[in-house]
């Protein structure tokens, strides 16, 4: 749920709401050529299983807009029917919305850029096309400012207006600047034409973490003053690739959801040529959950271990209990719906290890090198039992699954 003093407009994608009173939205991305359908459909599927509430696709040729009744419908058939299929258009979006209704209706959102609808006149004439497709098949969409296809005619105007002041703005404030009109004169010119203010939603993507934190606050602050609280989806856009890119987008997002902007989000990583897609999805669930926005499966505390400990048990033990209790959610998911918010802590010595076991749901205090050894397990605040001699990370998973049907099994 957003804290933000504004509250959004909910927006329906599909079966999905967005801002509002809905909690914060993950979305993702398939990087396959969406006229291989068989392939996009099995990405989709990895996306939305792994968490993905709403799943995007490029739509940039006529192949690929041919392809996208047979993917929902495959999709529908395979048990997906709920979650939202949005297109992404550039350049030829008006063409192929036109051309290819039934990818238009097909659609549950579509994303316009408009730095790339057309230049000069035509960037209008494209933008209202689209726009006037969107509202004959009741679509919302996004409109999607990114600083790397940045409407070159708005900025260069900007430039120019800039150059004449007597404290000129740096050229990255100047960029800002554009960004945040380019999202707000196309959401109004949207509105001439037609469409509802409650099937808008807009983002101001750059790829720099201070950036983009100023071109969202920028953007909220004008919504803000002229009263138009379209949901902003959240993204670093470009942000690299694995622990760079997560933790560039958690700082990015990290700021602007604890002051309440922010409706959807999506982590763009790069994967790595042997990674899953699904890896963005994950990283996503774990910014949300710790920063105690929603939660979606328990999650381990552990310590970093230090000149204390005087093996590598603790590393082991918090390794095998993450892989346990991922294996084990499937499961418990259903079974066991208060578990998501279960706490675990995996604990390397005495210094931390009772205290912060004692604020988790349960926990282990492994002995430190020079203490007795003994493993102390603690269940909701209160010692439960020492372990000595026996299988620690055997013994301790039972007691979790014991623990799991035992606290939430009512
Ligand atoms: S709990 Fe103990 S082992 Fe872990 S980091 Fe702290 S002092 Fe080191």
Same mark, same amino acid.
């Given at each position: 749920?957003?804290?933000?003093?504004?509250k959004?407009?909910?927006?329906?994608?599909g =079966?999905?709401?967005?801002g &509002?009173?809905?909690?914060?939205?993950?979305?993702?991305?398939?990087?396959?050529q969406?006229?291989?359908?068989q392939?996009?459909?099995?990405?989709? %599927?990895? *996306?939305?299983?792994?968490?993905?509430e709403l799943?995007?696709?490029?739509?940039n040729?006529?192949?690929?807009?041919k392809?996208i009744?047979a993917?929902r419908?495959?999709l #529908?058939?395979?048990?997906?029917?709920?979650i939202p299929?949005?297109g992404?258009?550039?350049y030829?979006?008006?063409?192929l919305?036109?051309?290819?209704p039934?990818?238009? %209706?097909?659609?549950?959102?579509?994303?316009?850029?408009p730095? #790339?609808t057309g230049?000069g006149?035509?960037?209008?004439?494209?933008?209202?096309?689209i726009?006037?497709?969107?509202?004959a098949?009741?679509?919302?969409? !996004?409109?999607?400012v990114?600083? &790397?296809?940045?409407?070159?005619?708005l900025f260069t105007? *900007?430039?120019?207006?800039?150059?004449? !002041?007597?404290?000129?703005l740096?050229?990255?404030?100047?960029?800002i600047?554009?960004?945040?009109?380019?999202a707000l004169?196309?959401?109004?010119?949207?509105e001439?034409?037609?469409?509802a +203010? #409650?099937?808008?939603v807009?983002?101001?993507?750059? =790829?720099?973490?201070?950036d /983009?934190?100023? $071109?969202?606050?920028?953007l909220?602050?004008?919504l803000e003053?002229?009263g %138009?609280?379209?949901?902003?989806? *959240?993204?670093?856009?470009?942000?690299?690739?694995?622990?760079?890119?997560?933790?560039?987008?958690?700082? $990015?997002? &990290?700021i602007?959801?604890?002051?309440g902007?922010?409706?959807?989000? !999506?982590? =763009?990583?790069?994967?790595?040529?042997t990674?899953?897609?699904?890896?963005?999805?994950?990283?996503?669930k774990?910014l949300?959950?710790?920063?105690?926005?929603?939660?979606f499966?328990?999650l381990?505390t =552990?310590?970093?271990?230090?000149? !204390?400990t005087?093996?590598?048990?603790?590393?082991?033990?918090?390794?095998?209990?993450?892989?346990?209790?991922?294996?084990?959610?499937?499961v418990?998911?259903?079974?066991?719906?208060?578990v998501?918010? /279960?706490?675990v802590?995996? /604990?390397?010595?005495?210094?931390n290890?009772?205290?912060? +076991?004692q604020?988790a749901?349960?926990?282990?205090s492994?002995?430190?090198?020079?203490?007795t050894?003994v $493993?102390?397990?603690?269940? #909701?605040?209160?010692m439960?039992q020492q372990?000595?001699?026996?299988?620690?990370?055997?013994?301790f998973?039972? /007691?979790?699954?014991?623990?799991?049907?035992?606290?939430?099994?009512n």
């Amino acid at each position: 749920m957003t804290n933000q003093a504004m509250k959004s407009s909910p927006v329906q994608i599909g =079966s999905v709401t967005i801002g &509002g009173d809905s909690p914060i939205i993950i979305q993702s991305m398939t990087n396959t050529q969406t006229d291989d359908i068989q392939a996009t459909v099995e990405q989709f %599927k990895e *996306l939305a299983d792994a968490g993905s509430e709403l799943v995007r696709v490029t739509v940039n040729t006529p192949d690929a807009a041919k392809a996208i009744h047979a993917i929902r419908q495959q999709l #529908n058939d395979e048990g997906y029917a709920d979650i939202p299929l949005i297109g992404d258009f550039h350049y030829n979006g008006h063409l192929l919305l036109d051309r290819f209704p039934e990818c238009a %209706k097909a659609l549950d959102k579509y994303r316009i850029n408009p730095g #790339n609808t057309g230049t000069g006149d035509l960037r209008a004439e494209h933008f209202s096309q689209i726009v006037k497709i969107a509202i004959a098949n009741d679509k919302p969409v !996004r409109i999607g400012v990114n600083w &790397g296809s940045l409407d070159q005619d708005l900025f260069t105007e *900007l430039m120019d207006e800039n150059a004449k !002041r007597e404290a000129p703005l740096s050229d990255k404030e100047v960029i800002i600047e554009a960004m945040v009109q380019s999202a707000l004169n196309s959401a109004k010119a949207a509105e001439k034409l037609g469409m509802a +203010s #409650n099937k808008i939603v807009l983002s101001v993507k750059m =790829s720099e973490v201070q950036d /983009m934190v100023k $071109a969202y606050e920028k953007l909220y602050a004008e919504l803000e003053k002229i009263g %138009k609280p379209y949901p902003l989806h *959240l993204g670093l856009t470009e942000a690299g690739s694995g622990m760079k890119g997560a933790i560039a987008s958690s700082a $990015a997002l &990290g700021i602007l959801l604890q002051q309440g902007i922010g409706d959807t989000v !999506r982590i =763009s990583l790069t994967p790595s040529p042997t990674g899953k897609r699904s890896e963005e999805v994950e990283a996503c669930k774990l910014l949300l959950q710790t920063m105690g926005m929603r939660s979606f499966k328990p999650l381990v505390t =552990s310590c970093p271990g230090c000149g !204390r400990t005087g093996n590598n048990l603790y590393q082991e033990m918090a390794e095998e209990v993450g892989k346990h209790i991922d294996a084990m959610m499937p499961v418990w998911k259903d079974k066991y719906p208060g578990v998501k918010e /279960m706490k675990v802590a995996v /604990m390397g010595c005495v210094v931390n290890g009772p205290g912060e +076991s004692q604020h988790a749901d349960i926990g282990i205090s492994l002995p430190g090198k020079t203490e007795t050894p003994v $493993a102390v397990v603690y269940k #909701n605040g209160k010692m439960f039992q020492q372990l000595k001699d026996v299988d620690i990370i055997t013994t301790f998973k039972q /007691m979790l699954d014991d623990f799991v049907a035992e606290k939430y099994g009512n």
